[in-house]
């Protein structure tokens, strides 16, 4: 039972493009959604982060967009960097803590092209 | 502020054998969760403590374990490995007040 889904597994893009990383969910509780990235031989490290009473939260070059509606929030990197080479993990999160099984999608690894 | 500290960095051992996995949170958190990541599998949640008590328990055989000390500190132990054990184990602690997680840089564990 996969409550977060990231269909690609792996995503290329040339260095000053916009790189866009997709997160599916099935559960409608998941009340917040976080990004990580992670590099190679590190832990994962927190990027940004969403509430599902937004749509949209920026942070500099990224962008994550919600929509409840559909399931769906997508990450939005403007422009892409080589730095930006990692795997990317969405994270969702109930409204209560106390007894959640903490749940990461299956990543998403960007590599961007100089 | 120091960061999540996890020992040893690499491990390998043998079949059969037991190993002891050590993490030191970010002084105040009392939240310590414990993970695995494998090729293609994502970061599977293993458990989480919160001042002394697990709070929850992902998926895994009781070969997997752990406990937390007073000082919030935390140690995984895995029983009787098997080849599929190989993985980077992850800790990451967090207030558990909220959702913001903060990772260690992980133990390599080669099970031969």
């Known amino acids: 039972d996969q409550q977060v889904k990231q269909n690609s597994p792996s995503l290329s893009v040339q260095e000053g493009r916009i790189s866009i990383l997709n997160c599916d969910y099935t559960?409608?509780?998941?009340?917040?959604f976080l990004w990580y990235k992670k590099y190679p031989a590190e832990g994962p490290t927190f990027l940004i982060s969403i509430s599902s009473i937004k749509d949209k939260n920026e942070d500099g070059r990224f962008t994550v967009f919600l929509n409840k509606s559909a399931k769906h929030l997508s990450l939005h990197i403007v422009p892409s960097q080589p730095g930006d080479s990692a795997v990317y993990f969405c994270a969702p999160y109930p409204p209560t803590s106390g007894t959640y099984k903490y749940i990461f999608g299956t990543g998403t690894r960007l590599k961007v092209l100089a | 502020k120091a960061g999540v500290t996890q020992t040893p960095r690499y491990l390998i051992k043998t079949r059969g054998q037991q190993v002891t996995l050590s993490c030191s949170p970010i002084s105040g958190h009392r939240s310590v969760s414990w993970y695995q990541q494998t090729p293609g599998q994502g970061l599977q949640f293993l458990f989480e403590y919160f001042s002394e008590t697990q709070r929850n328990k992902g998926n895994f055989p009781g070969r997997f374990s752990g406990r937390q000390f007073s000082n919030s500190r935390s140690e995984m132990n895995v029983s009787t490995l098997e080849l599929g054990d190989s993985a980077l184990y992850l800790c990451?602690?967090?207030?558990?007040?909220?959702?913001?997680?903060?990772f260690g840089s992980g133990t390599q564990l080669s099970v031969l």
């Open positions: 559960n409608s509780m998941f009340d917040y």
């Open positions: 990451a602690s967090s207030t558990g007040l909220n959702e913001k997680l903060f």
